[in-house]
C-alpha cells in the first residue's frame, strides 16, 4: 500500500553534513521524493510537531533541540517520502528511537548520540504511522509544495493576509 510519511533532517544531521548520507540511505526504499525544503523552525511549528510528548521531562530541552539551538542555527530540513510501506521502510532505516540502542547499521545508529544532559540526538525524524504523517505532512507543508494529491483539498480566497514578498 501507497504511504507518504514526513522526514525531518534535525539540526544535527545538517550540522554534522550528514545529509546526503542520509539521502543515501534512504534512496535505498526506492521511494519517491514528492517534497522537500529547508525549514526555520519557529516555537510554534515545534510545539505543534510535539504535542504529543509535552508532558515529558524531556519536553523543554526536545522543543529548544528540533528549533536548532544547540546547533547555532534555527533550520531543518523536511521532506515528503511517498511509496509502497513507506514508513515501515524509513523507520527501519532510521533505527531505534533512542540511539544508544538502535542497530549501528541505522541511521540513527550510525550518527546519534545522547548529550550528556540526556537529549536524544538522533539526526532524523519519521512519522510513526499513517495518522501521525498526515498531521504531520498538513503541519509542515502547504498542499502546492507537494507534488502528489495526498489528502483532499479546498480552495478559499483569503483576504487581507499580510505575505512577505521580495522588495
Ligand atoms: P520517534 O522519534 O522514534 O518517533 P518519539 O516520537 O517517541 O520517537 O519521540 C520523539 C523524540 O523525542 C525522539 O526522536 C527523541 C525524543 N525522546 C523520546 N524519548 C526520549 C527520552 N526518553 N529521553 C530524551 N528524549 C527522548
Ligand atoms: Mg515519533
Redesign the pocket.
Known amino acids: 500500500m501507497n504511504q507518504a510519511t514526513l522526514i525531518l533532517i534535525k539540526p544535527d544531521g545538517l550540522k554534522k553534513s550528514l545529509t546526503g548520507n542520509i539521502l543515501t540511505r534512504l534512496s535505498e526504499t526506492k521511494l519517491e521524493i514528492v517534497a522537500a525544503k529547508i525549514v526555520r523552525v519557529s516555537d510554534e511549528l515545534a510545539r505543534k510537531h510535539?504535542y504529543?510528548?509535552k508532558d515529558?521531562p524531556?519536553f523543554e530541552d526536545?522543543i529548544k533541540y528540533i528549533k536548532g539551538e544547540f546547533h547555532g542555527r534555527r533550520k531543518v530540513m523536511a521532506l515528503v517520502y511517498w511509496g509502497e510501506s513507506a514508513i515501515e521502510k524509513c523507520r527501519a532505516l532510521?533505527g531505534?528511537?533512542?540511539p544508544e540502542e538502535a542497530e549501528a547499521t541505522t541511521i540513527r545508529g550510525a550518527y546519534g548520540r545522547i548529550t550528556t544532559s540526556?537529549?536524544?540526538e538522533?539526526v532524523i525524524?519519521?512519522s510513526?504511522n499513517e495518522a501521525e504523517a498526515e498531521r504531520e505532512i498538513k503541519l509542515w507543508f502547504q498542499p502546492d509544495e507537494i507534488i502528489v494529491d495526498l489528502y483532499p483539498t479546498k480552495e478559499i480566497i483569503e483576504k487581507e493576509k499580510k505575505v512577505r514578498v521580495w522588495a
Open positions: 510535539y504529543h510528548l515529558k524531556f526536545l532510521a531505534a528511537t533512542n540526556g537529549v536524544y538522533n525524524h519519521v510513526a
